[in-house]
């Protein structure tokens, strides 16, 4: 499979995702005055038609955030953050605004972006890139629609990397996933780029 | 100045969007040709002035907290129409032919390094009046649209298939936490006879009489749904069947007691009515109705205009 990573290429994708994760949440924690837990990361290729199944699982999400992101070299992709109802309280008080200087939506779009923005920057860093984003957007925000709202796509991809990272903030007991999504072109481009790191070494 | 320098300067003045530098204690420094003219203020006079003293409108709290993120984080940060409708007050390019006193606004906020520092921030604001006007007429059309989809044209209460949902959702609901629930059916007596001596707009004329009469005798929580051509249903929800019983007694007594007006007739109508109550073995709705309608029939059977209880 051209899309497939060796055992050696997933070992270097995970230690670069491990070394943006520890500096990620250590800008977090330092700007969220709060600390701030990154779960070991789950990488796994999904076929499209997996994909709706593998996203939704047992949980039934109630927000889903996203905000595509570019690079050089090909590398680009969409990050997804999915919120569980009970995690999206306490948000406005996480990021430090008064909670009726912003709407729910724009709470839950705020820290998506902060969270994906500030994990992709220092990820392109290990890898000599620099990446733009689009603004994030709001895709459902209503129980059950994720599915719905999946049912309706009917994908221009057959398979993509899919990187699962969960954030926790113990403190705030806020959790959310982040699935990083990279088309499979894109995939070729990471590969092309681990493997010049693992040339390096 | 080099050529290449020149040009760009040119390029984002002839930009349709606003590009506006700030430095990290929130003091213009520079912005483009857009913002000089939708502001109009001369760039010149203003520099080195706070943003909030040249556009007192900004949420002062929030925006310091959002150029924190950017500086801090050295992220961009984005606010989009969708939550904030606009940012700053500025007029916009379609005054006339949408509602909107202001420009409607995406903001991207980036961080803008020299020598592996940020001493600036960049604020990028896009017009998109455009899209939001589309968007709210889309939003609106929509939910014209669920609610045609629910309400009978005629008589403007529930239709059959929003009723039958409605019906199917009470019913879990009612199995789930052990509530009652009962079911009035109703139909006109004699419709047919009204039709052919009134003509179809006298018919259609009692029809909405009766919805708007049986309407305003409901609580809140009922529903009430048209199931056929002349064929009436109303959920009631934590009703037993004295309640029930009770309600359809008042119903048939108030619509035949009333007069219907269609070009100075006067019509009078009466109902048959049938009542039943969900049944604790009862697995599937659908048993509710045709419990009701076996009372209806009843009714109809024991001569019009009456009600009857299934037993």
């Known amino acids: 499979m051209p899309f497939s990573l060796d055992e050696d290429q997933l070992d270097c994708l995970q230690e670069l995702i491990n070394v943006a994760m520890g500096q990620a949440s250590d800008q977090l924690a330092r700007y969220l005055d709060t600390f701030v837990f990154l779960k070991v990361p789950n990488i796994e290729l999904v076929k499209a038609e997996e994909f709706s199944k593998s996203l939704t699982g047992d949980n039934q999400s109630t927000a889903v955030v996203s905000q595509g992101f570019f690079g050089y070299e090909g590398i680009r992709g969409e990050a997804l953050l999915v919120y569980q109802h ?38 392109a860093r290990q890898i000599d890139n620099q990446l733009s984003y689009n603004a994030p957007k709001l895709l ?12 309706h796509l009917s994908f221009s991809w057959d398979i993509a990397l899919k990187v699962n990272i969960t954030y926790q903030v113990t403190d705030y007991s806020f959790n959310c996933d982040m699935i990083l999504l990279i088309p499979e072109s894109a995939i070729i481009d990471i590969k092309t780029v681990i493997n010049r790191i693992l040339e390096a070494l | 100045m080099s050529g290449l320098e020149t040009y760009c300067a040119e390029i984002t003045d002839k930009l349709n969007c606003g590009i506006l530098l700030l430095d990290v204690d929130l003091k213009l420094v520079m912005w483009n040709q857009f913002l000089e003219v939708h502001a109009n203020k001369k760039l010149a006079e203003i520099a080195g002035q706070s943003i909030f003293s040249i556009f007192p409108e900004l949420p002062q709290r929030w925006f310091e907290r959002k150029i924190t993120s950017v500086v801090q984080l050295g992220t961009p940060s984005f606010c989009s129409w969708e939550q904030r409708h606009h940012l700053f007050e500025l007029p916009h390019t379609r005054p006339i032919t949408t509602g909107s006193e202001f420009m409607a606004q995406n903001c991207t906020f980036s961080p803008i390094k020299r020598n592996n520092k940020i001493e600036h921030i960049c604020i990028l604001i ?16 929509m939910n014209d649209l669920a609610l045609s989809n629910r309400i009978d044209g005629l008589t403007q209460i529930f239709n059959r298939k929003h009723w039958e949902d409605c019906l199917a959702q009470e019913f879990a609901k009612a199995r789930r936490h052990d509530h009652k629930i009962s079911l009035i059916m109703f139909d006109l007596d004699h419709f047919k006879l009204l039709n052919d001596k009134y003509g179809h707009q006298g018919g259609d004329r009692v029809l909405i009489d009766i919805a708007e009469n049986v309407t305003s005798m409901l609580r809140l929580g009922d529903i009430f749904g048209r199931y056929g051509g ?14 029930a019983s009770e309600l359809a007694d008042r119903l048939q007594k108030s619509i035949n007691q009333a007069d219907i007006i269609f070009q100075k007739n006067c019509i009078k109508t009466s109902v048959s009515i049938g009542v039943a109550e969900l049944d604790k073995a009862e697995s599937h709705y659908e048993s509710l109705i045709s419990k009701a309608d076996i009372a209806l029939y009843k009714a109809k059977s024991s001569g019009r205009n009456q009600f009857c209880v299934y037993e």
């Open chain 1, 86 to 123: 009970k995690d999206s309280d306490h948000i406005a008080d996480l990021l430090g605004y008064d909670p009726d200087e912003l709407s729910d939506e724009e709470q839950l779009i705020d820290i998506s972006s902060i969270l994906t923005t500030t994990f992709l920057n220092v990820f």
């Open chain 1, 140 to 151: 459902t925000s209503e129980q059950d629609s994720m599915s719905e709202y999946l049912d």
């Open chain 2, 126 to 141: 896009e017009d998109v009046t455009d899209v939001c006007y589309y968007q709210s007429m889309l939003k609106k059309t």
């Open chain 2, 230 to 243: 002349e064929e009436f249903a109303i959920i009631l929800p934590e009703t037993d069947i004295k309640g």
